[in-house]
């Protein structure tokens, strides 16, 4: 019987201080074992220093739907006042492939460059609002990875249950990401790309909720496992850095979760350490 190993990742590392600080505690006390960062915002050296010492892994959070770019030749990446889209404008665009290929690469590119400039080498790739999986991007997001050298990717495919189907913003959102996840998959295995056996944190388990946490580790199949997570404090600069993302934090970091883990012999693991 194989073992049953858990990634905890944590996304969205540098998207503000509220949010830093949760995922530090929720590494340095609780369950997260890596975390993906948003280097196209600007790095403080403190903040460097603090995720070093922090995780052995550090994964890199493909970002154009947050901020600015890096790169000044990006037409097709921003708006009238050289922001990045809003999510649902840059999923429409990635799904209709009006983004320039050799504005993305060079964007992704610079965005890996940042964390190496500053001691980081990611040891795998996701992205904001799971863009790396879109038409187009899975490609290019896979040529990026053998540009750099990274070796494993997310592909988040969560389980498909049909007890699931409820109609929810959540379910569709699920399935939607689900279906990208197929396609994309082909490049990342054309790309001799590692990533874990299952995935969640999309619609299942709830992080907000102990019991659905438990529940979750308690039937965590074979092999490995990456669950995605947000933990943070509240943020006044950050809409999304709200109570809900303090809720996770706490639970990432309560001893009867961390307990459940051990009981059910599950290995928790970064990328670097998937057997």
């Known amino acids: 019987m194989r073992l049953k ?13 509220e949010k830093n600080r949760g995922i530090l505690e929720a590494s340095v006390n609780g369950i997260v074992t890596t975390t993906s960062v948003i280097s196209s915002l600007p790095l403080e050296s403190e903040t460097v220093s603090a995720l070093k010492n922090s995780f052995n892994g550090i994964g890199i959070h493909l970002n154009i ?22 999510k649902p404008t840059a999923w429409k665009k990635a ?12 964007e992704f590119s610079a965005q890996v460059e940042m964390l190496l ?4 080498v990611p040891d ?16 290019i997001t896979a040529q990026i990875a053998k540009k750099y050298k990274i070796k494993f990717i997310r592909i988040p495919k969560e389980t498909f249950y049909f007890s699931d189907i409820n109609f929810s913003k959540t379910f569709f959102k699920k399935y939607f990401i689900y279906s990208l996840s197929l396609i994309a998959k082909k490049f990342f295995l054309k790309a001799d790309l590692g990533f874990a056996d299952h995935f ?9 909720s102990r019991e659905s946490i438990i529940k979750f580790i308690k039937n965590l199949p074979s092999g490995t496992t990456e669950l995605m997570c947000h933990p943070g404090y509240e943020s006044d600069t950050n809409p999304f850095s709200n109570l809900d993302r303090k809720k996770e934090m706490l639970y990432l ?19 670097s350490e998937i057997s």
């Open 117 to 120: 400039d500053n001691g980081i």
């Open 200 to 208: 969640n944190g999309i619609a299942y388990p709830s992080m907000v």
């Open 5 to 17: 190993q858990l990634i905890v990742n944590a996304d969205d590392f540098n998207s503000d201080s």
């Open 65 to 86: 739907t947050k901020g600015a770019p890096l790169t000044t030749n990006s037409e097709t990446l921003v708006d009238i006042n050289g922001q990045f889209f809003d």
């Open 253 to 271: 970091t309560e001893a009867e979760i961390a307990a459940e883990i051990k009981k059910n012999n599950i290995s928790l693991v970064s990328f």
């Open 124 to 139: 795998h790739i996701d992205s904001n609002n799971h863009l790396h999986i879109f038409p187009m991007l899975a490609e």
């Open 95 to 106: 799904l209709s492939k009006f983004y320039d290929p050799n504005e993305l690469f060079s």
